[in-house]
């Protein structure tokens, strides 16, 4: 089991959270519940996977969700 706060990636994937909010905000009104809303989720994704994998219990599980926080990386 992994402290996930203390974990670089999982504080770097917050950051870009943040980042990727404000620039969504520049978005047209259109795409509120679109392109705004789907950039949006991918990005929380990141750091809640990250931090759901350093509660398992072994490190199989962990890289398992390593891999799905890359995939919504890879979204946004």
Not at 55 to 65: A, E, V
Request: aromatic fraction near 10%; charge should be neutral.
């Amino acid at each position: 089991m992994h402290n996930f706060k203390q974990l670089n990636v999982w504080q770097k994937a917050i950051d870009y959270t943040v980042q990727i909010y404000k620039l969504s905000k520049e978005f047209p009104d259109e795409e509120e519940y679109g392109i705004t809303s789907q950039i949006r989720r991918a990005a929380v994704s990141i750091s809640c996977n990250i931090s759901e994998g350093a509660g398992k219990s072994s490190n199989k599980d962990f890289n398992r969700f390593l891999n799905m926080a890359l995939g919504s990386a890879n979204e946004v």
